[in-house]
């Protein structure tokens, strides 16, 4: 989206504990925030009780959000400029499809359920944005992300600036209230009860990195804001808490009661209750780090969704572009993969990619998707080099990779699968294969076909063919390579491989290199 002249546009996120509206001026430099509103709902008490959102639940978001669009109205911002997205506990209601009809219907906003991935996504770039600006020293040390919410816990791990892995948990403070109350005398138990369930993230983490070499700890959370600006000292867009003094004001919140909090920051009762879940859990998180300092930015997914529409939308996708590519090659260095191999595979894939799109109905997020599939198509061989391509399959699948949903996954699994051997069949090996919807299965096809060929002009993992250039010329996809390899491996593998490549897209390959046609 380019911004031609300035817009008002609207960011409300339905969440667990409140939906929340950001109001901003978007500019071809930039953004501003104009005006911002919260309204507490207990929609994570509904969902993560009883699964679905009860009919008061939904009676009481619709009063918000009718509510919301008057406020709408006064600035006069157009229907097509409100972003609406649900996260944790409209992700999991089982009702959410008749909700997001009936929100629709009363308010005329289209809701976007975002998968955990997307929120972390969205997420990081406003962090991204708020840091660059008012901590200089962040893109050059190690960081943890960490945002609570009352469903879910989202953490990101940050090497340099870059994501090295991210992960979000089942655990936030309202299912922590639920587990409290449901088990007689389980307040005393609760410090016990969040360290058990925090040891479980940060094992996860300590496999991929070591936690003592994280310099900066960064919260994130509407409650860790407010209590920010009461403890904390401003600079630029965040506050800053030494370790120290966030370790001492945990000490003395956890000695006040619910109705002791609720007077002393006036908030509600309800509020009040999560706060010393809330902190137990960053606390437990900021224990396992050599953090120096605790920040909390002035920043939500809300300023996220912005920050991807605004006139910097071109610089935010290639910074998403390389955070994506940076988490697949964390995940190939956990499983010690041939990263030369995995990174000339996806330049060739590139390359024959750009060629087809145009006449094959090829989309830009297809592009990513094959990148990421180059990369990791040899990670199975960790396990074992035999069948190695089902190993890769079944690696990719039960991974997180920073910003791709379950669906994005699922279709590089996929495609790794058949990067080499059978072909999709009918067996009841391809059985998930077979379950998929026809257009995800042709969008697995083409990308696998694409695969294939590139793999086999790296076979012996020597990166010693450098392509070109990749042209379709009738029934050919003409590639030339600045040598010859006349009866190479290379050469006789794509002979073998480029039968799923043929099939899809019913051409012939030539590779041509030097004076000789391979």
């Known amino acids: 989206m380019s911004i031609k002249s300035n817009i008002i546009s609207a960011v409300v996120d339905i969440g667990s504990s409140a939906i929340r509206m950001l109001i901003a001026e978007l500019t071809a430099s930039g953004w501003r925030r104009l005006d911002s509103l919260e309204k507490k709902t207990e929609l994570g008490v509904d969902v993560f009780d009883n699964n679905e959102i009860s009919r008061k639940g939904m ?30 506990a409209m992700r999991e209601a089982l009702n959410k499809d008749v909700f997001v009809d009936r929100i629709f219907l009363r308010t005329g906003f289209k809701v976007r359920v ?25 893109n050059q040390s190690n960081s943890l992300v960490v945002e609570v919410s009352g469903g879910s816990t989202e953490v990101m791990l940050l090497h340099r600036g870059k ?51 994280i310099r900066y ?24 808490i030494s370790v120290k003094e966030f370790k001492s004001f945990f000490e003395s919140l956890s000695a006040m009661s619910a109705s002791e909090i609720s007077t002393k920051f006036s908030m509600s009762m309800s509020e009040a209750a999560t706060l010393v879940p809330l902190f137990s859990v960053y606390n437990s998180l900021l224990g396992r780090t050599n953090a120096q300092s605790f920040l909390v930015p002035d920043v939500s997914i809300r300023d996220g969704v ?57 989309e830009d997020g297809h592009r990513l998707l094959l990148e990421i599939s180059s990369l990791l198509h040899d990670i199975g061989t960790f396990i074992n080099q035999s069948a190695h391509h089902k190993h890769s399959y079944y690696i990719v699948r039960s991974s997180e ?74 029934n050919l996809l003409k590639i030339t390579s600045d040598t010859s390899f006349t009866n190479s491996l290379e050469s006789i593998s794509l002979k073998y491989k480029s039968d799923l490549f043929e099939d899809i897209y019913g051409m012939n390959v030539l590779l041509t290199g030097g004076s000789s046609i391979l």
């Open 59 to 88: 009676q009481e978001c619709l009063k918000v959000l009718t509510q919301f669009k008057e406020v709408l109205e006064t600035w006069k911002i157009d229907i097509a400029d409100v972003h609406v997205i649900g996260t944790s």
């Open 306 to 362: 912005i920050l991807s529409l605004g006139g910097k939308a071109k610089d935010s996708k290639r910074k998403f572009r390389n955070q994506v590519i940076a988490s697949a090659k964390s995940l190939g260095k956990k499983f010690h993969y041939d990263e030369g191999h995995g990174l000339q595979v996806a330049k060739i894939s590139k390359k024959i990619f750009d060629a087809l799109k145009k006449d094959f109905a090829l």
């Open 114 to 138: 975002i998968e955990g991935v997307e929120a972390n996504q969205l997420t990081y770039s406003a962090v991204q944005e708020a840091m660059s600006k008012s901590w200089k020293k962040f």
């Open 401 to 474: 990779l920073f910003g791709l949903n379950p669906d994005e996954i699922d279709i590089i699994s996929h495609v790794v699968r058949y990067h080499r051997k059978a072909l999709p069949g009918s067996g009841s090996s391809h059985s998930d294969f077979n379950s998929l919807s026809t257009p995800v299965r042709m969008t697995i096809l083409k990308l696998a076909a694409i695969l294939r060929i590139a793999d086999a002009l790296d076979s012996g993992h020597s990166q010693r063919i450098s392509v070109k250039s990749v042209v379709l010329d009738g």
């Open 217 to 240: 700890f960064v919260a994130l959370g509407s409650e860790l804001r407010f209590i920010a600006s009461k403890i904390g000292k401003k600079q630029g867009e965040i506050w800053v």
């Open 163 to 213: 994501i090295v892995t991210s992960h979000t948990y089942r655990t936030g403070t309202i299912r922590i209230q639920q587990q409290m109350t449901s088990v007689p005398g389980s307040a005393s138990l609760m410090s016990d009860l969040i360290q058990e369930n925090m040891a479980n993230v940060l094992d996860t983490f300590e496999n991929e990195y070591p936690l003592k070499q």
